[in-house]
């Protein structure tokens, strides 16, 4: 029988920090080509998708810091109160976006404005969704050997954005090759669902690791 080799933590650290690196930076470089390629071509779901990654870019470097914090020696108490303020910070954020897509969207489809094809977002999408599922993949394996509950939910968060890559590459694919400018819109709107769903979560999550940092105050 193969004998289990299990790692130190601070190598699953180390590479828990990595992966998080990668994601900010991926995630930076996708808002900016997407917000600016949104713009040009009037497309409410390029810039939806955009301001998203802005999103993603905030939780990631919430969850770099805490890791970062447990590599210096810090508490659990002390590392978890960085992901605390974060994660209110982008339960208000996604909470604004969803607003955004509802005002954008429908105004696109009352007023009938058609976005342009935008090939450079085409690209993006069918680029990130050929990305993204490998780095899921890699943070999720991470956060099970770390036992780290905010991985592992970073993970699934990232495997949520292959959804809105989808929705996205649809929107602008139909809206370019058959003249379905109402694509467009649809497809922002299909991520509300979700962007409602993670702000209230990530609210929530931040009242519940708040509430176990007073208690824990409370005891010391």
Same mark, same amino acid.
């Given at each position: 029988?193969?004998?289990?080799?299990?790692?130190?933590?601070?190598?699953?650290?180390?590479?828990?920090?990595?992966?998080?690196?990668?994601t900010i930076a991926w995630n930076v470089i996708e808002a900016v080509v997407a917000i600016g390629a949104g713009l040009i071509a009037g497309s409410?779901?390029?810039?939806?998708?955009?301001?998203?990654?802005?999103?993603?870019? #905030? $939780?990631? /470097? @919430? *969850?770099? %810091?805490?890791?970062?914090?447990?590599?210096?020696? &810090?508490?659990?108490?002390?590392? =978890? !109160?960085?992901?605390?303020?974060?994660?209110?910070?982008?339960?208000?954020?996604?909470?604004?976006?969803?607003?955004?897509?509802?005002?954008?969207?429908?105004?696109?489809?009352?007023?009938?404005?058609?976005?342009?094809?935008?090939?450079?977002? #085409? $690209?993006? /999408? @069918? *680029?990130? %969704?050929?990305?993204?599922?490998?780095?899921?993949? &890699?943070?999720?394996?991470?956060? =099970? !050997?770390?036992?780290?509950?905010?991985?592992?939910?970073?993970?699934?968060?990232?495997?949520?954005?292959?959804?809105?890559?989808?929705?996205?590459?649809?929107?602008?694919?139909?809206?370019?090759?058959?003249?379905?400018?109402?694509?467009?819109?649809? $497809?922002?709107? @299909?991520?509300?669902?979700?962007?409602?769903?993670?702000?209230?979560? &990530?609210?929530?999550?931040?009242?519940?690791?708040?509430?176990?940092?007073?208690?824990?105050?409370?005891?010391?």
């Amino acid at each position: 029988m193969p004998k289990v080799v299990v790692q130190p933590r601070v190598t699953l650290l180390r590479r828990g920090l990595r992966l998080e690196a990668l994601t900010i930076a991926w995630n930076v470089i996708e808002a900016v080509v997407a917000i600016g390629a949104g713009l040009i071509a009037g497309s409410v779901a390029l810039v939806g998708f955009g301001l998203d990654s802005t999103i993603e870019t #905030i $939780a990631a /470097a @919430a *969850l770099y %810091l805490r890791l970062r914090a447990e590599m210096r020696g &810090a508490t659990e108490a002390e590392a =978890e !109160a960085h992901e605390a303020r974060a994660l209110r910070v982008v339960g208000i954020t996604f909470l604004a976006l969803a607003v955004y897509i509802v005002y954008e969207a429908g105004s696109t489809l009352w007023f009938r404005e058609p976005p342009e094809a935008s090939m450079v977002g #085409i $690209a993006l /999408a @069918a *680029l990130s %969704l050929a990305v993204m599922p490998f780095l899921a993949l &890699a943070k999720y394996r991470t956060g =099970e !050997a770390l036992k780290s509950r905010a991985l592992i939910a970073d993970a699934k968060e990232t495997i949520a954005c292959c959804y809105l890559s989808l929705a996205l590459l649809l929107g602008l694919g139909a809206n370019a090759l058959f003249g379905f400018w109402w694509a467009d819109p649809v $497809a922002a709107l @299909a991520m509300l669902p979700w962007v409602v769903r993670e702000g209230f979560e &990530a609210l929530e999550e931040s009242k519940a690791d708040c509430a176990t940092l007073d208690s824990v105050r409370e005891r010391a």
